[in-house]
């Protein structure tokens, strides 16, 4: 019973992410700035399961001063943020340390200061 709630769950994240993927392309926005955010999804997944929700906060307040004012772009992050968070419960895997995560935040972080530049988000 509950396998099959995380397999419907799946499927509907993945269609969600399908057709946000098919909205976001329409304005033109490019693959690699797409990968970031999902990035900083698949991090704030972990962060939420592992318990670490500064960095949660860390993460929104980068998208927040970075982003484009587009819906799209904040559905895409919470869309993965929970397929991340559901298929760390499938894999029963172990948290990270909060300074790897940490580490990887920052990277990631960097990555869409190199992708949006603070006058792109305005």
């Known amino acids: 019973m509950m396998e099959s709630l995380f397999m419907k769950l799946r499927k509907s994240l993945l269609f969600g992410a399908l057709f946000l993927q098919g909205m976001l392309q329409a304005h033109a926005i490019s693959d690699a700035k797409l990968e970031v955010i999902r990035e900083l999804g698949r991090l704030n997944g972990i962060a939420l399961q592992c318990g670490y929700l500064e960095q949660t906060q860390r993460m929104k307040r980068a998208l927040v001063l970075r982003l484009p004012k587009l819906r799209q772009l904040g559905e895409l992050f919470d869309v993965t943020a929970n397929k991340s968070f559901m298929e760390l419960i499938e894999r029963g895997e172990s948290c990270p340390s ?21 006058s792109e988000s305005r």
């Open 98 to 118: 909060a300074g790897t995560l940490a580490d990887q935040v920052g990277s990631a972080i960097d990555s869409l200061e190199r992708e949006y530049p603070s």
